[in-house]
């Protein structure tokens, strides 16, 4: 597995969660349930896929990622900040007044960050105008979304969904972290996804489930897009909210709660002996 300086992806995935928990800890606010069901997507893409250059983050040929779920801000700083966008020690700012590490990210503030997120159903339809710049530039750069479950109730996805397979965007990938839960109760008791994959296969999209949390299945994944050419592809990562944490794990109130220092610790515990 690749990850840079002998660290392989899924140690790195390991030091996003245990980092994003002690910002939240810190900050005392976050969202560490999709915080640590999203970290070994994004330790994946920020150490394997993504064509980025840290020294030079608008880099006009960089692959483009943005972060839908933007409430998973946490994980997105702590993976920024690994991949050496900006110095570890920068995250203890995180949330505090006139930081630049907001709640949600900001693409004026923060290098890495490409879009404001955080309203949700607005990722997604960004990265679909991205994808059509860089085919109206004949451009080779790809662009990667990462949408959550639950907001793909809001309605602006689903046009820009049909839009993109109009437009045949094969250089745009959405990963849908499949963790079940949002804010306050299961996805299926909120508003139904279920046949999700059917859903995306008609709209047109080439679709690809695969284990959320294995990083060589990720690796393969998206070693290999398109899945199909013409089409954008979505993959949909079968992921378990708070992973990693027994006692946070596919606990729908973890959504939004913050650890407390006996509870820290012992998540720290666990995470340095996850398998």
């Known amino acids: ?15 996003i969660r245990r980092t994003s928990l002690r910002m939240v800890h810190q900050a005392r606010m976050g969202h560490p349930g999709g915080d640590l069901s999203c970290a070994d997507i994004l330790a994946v893409l920020f150490f394997h896929v993504l064509r980025l250059d840290p020294e030079s983050p608008r880099d006009p040929d960089r ?3 943005v972060l839908s779920k933007g409430h998973a801000s946490a994980a997105l700083y702590a993976a920024l900040a690994e991949r050496g966008f900006f110095p570890p020690q920068d995250l203890d700012s995180y949330m505090r007044p006139l930081s630049q590490l907001n709640g949600h990210p900001d693409r004026n503030k923060v290098p890495g960050v490409e879009a404001n997120t955080g309203p949700l159903g607005h990722g997604l339809p960004i990265a679909v105008g991205m994808a ?13 979304v990462l949408t959550g479950d639950g907001e793909l109730q809001e309605g602006s996805n689903w046009e820009a969904i049909m839009a993109a397979a109009h437009l045949g965007l094969d250089n745009l990938t959405a990963i849908v972290d499949r963790n079940r839960l949002q804010q306050g109760d299961a996805t299926e008791k909120t508003v139904a996804l279920e046949p999700l994959a059917e859903r995306w296969r008609a709209f047109g999209w080439a679709v690809i489930e695969v284990d959320g949390h294995d990083v060589d299945a990720l690796m393969h994944v998206f070693d290999n897009l398109p899945v199909e050419p013409g089409r954008p592809t979505c993959v949909i990562a079968r992921t378990n909210k708070g992973r990693g944490v027994s006692f946070i794990e596919d606990r729908v109130e973890w959504h939004h709660r913050v650890p407390t220092d006996e509870e820290l610790a012992a998540a720290l515990l666990e995470l340095e002996g996850e398998e």
């Open 132 to 144: 059509v710049a860089a085919k109206l530039d004949g451009a080779a750069w790809r662009t990667f």
């Open 1 to 15: 597995m690749h990850g840079g300086a002998g660290i392989s992806v899924l140690e790195r995935a390991r030091r």
């Open 63 to 65: 692959d483009r990622f």
